[in-house]
């Protein structure tokens, strides 16, 4: 029965990752997360008891998958916005997420393990500051923002990578945000 209860919770947070993925949280609909899932409303409410609870859930699952396959490295800064961008392209439907919790939950904080993960992530990269590792140019929450913004920069299209023309090859967006990362660590930006 647990094993029955586990594959219908991860049914319905994949169902429920892909409806709020596209339509956001006001717009997803749990009935049609329900029939995807090939579950009820009844099991949604049961597990997760609403549909903002059900979202909840789907941004934390993500917050875990995005540490697992890109946890951060103090000492390789730009190797870890390589790994986000990668990820990024792997899961769009992340960074869209993100933007869905950001339009229409921007006056709540975020959820609790987004903060706890952004807090130590800081205080890792401020840690290494102390000790000489990184630059201490940027405060370590700056320098963070800034490192989450390049890894994404390419993830959605602006009308700026639109009037360019093509967009760089997956090699060359690599060497640009690693090469930005690295600038933007470094001591003395290079002239």
């Known amino acids: 029965m647990i094993r029955d209860a586990d594959a219908t919770r991860a049914r319905l947070l994949a169902a429920a990752r892909a409806e709020f993925a596209a339509h956001g949280i006001a717009g997803a609909r749990v009935d049609r997360i329900a029939a995807k899932a090939g579950s009820n409303k009844a099991q949604i409410y049961h597990y997760f008891t609403s549909k903002e609870g059900l979202f909840d859930a789907v941004f934390a699952s993500i917050v875990e998958e995005v540490l697992r396959e890109a946890p951060l490295d103090p000492d390789d800064l730009p190797g870890y916005a390589v790994k986000l961008a990668e990820g990024y392209e792997r899961h769009p439907d992340i960074l869209r997420l993100v933007t869905w919790q950001r339009l229409e ?33 940027y405060p370590a929450d700056i320098l963070l923002t800034a490192i989450l913004h390049t890894a994404a920069m390419w993830t959605s299209t602006s009308p700026e990578s639109a009037s360019a023309g093509q967009p760089p090859s997956a090699a060359a967006r690599r060497r640009y945000i690693a090469q930005i990362v690295t600038d933007l660590i470094s001591e003395t930006p290079r002239t």
């Open 105 to 137: 939950r921007g006056d709540q904080p975020p959820s609790e393990a987004a903060i706890a993960v952004t807090e130590r992530k800081v205080s890792q990269i401020a840690q290494a500051q102390q000790e000489g590792r990184v630059s201490s140019r």
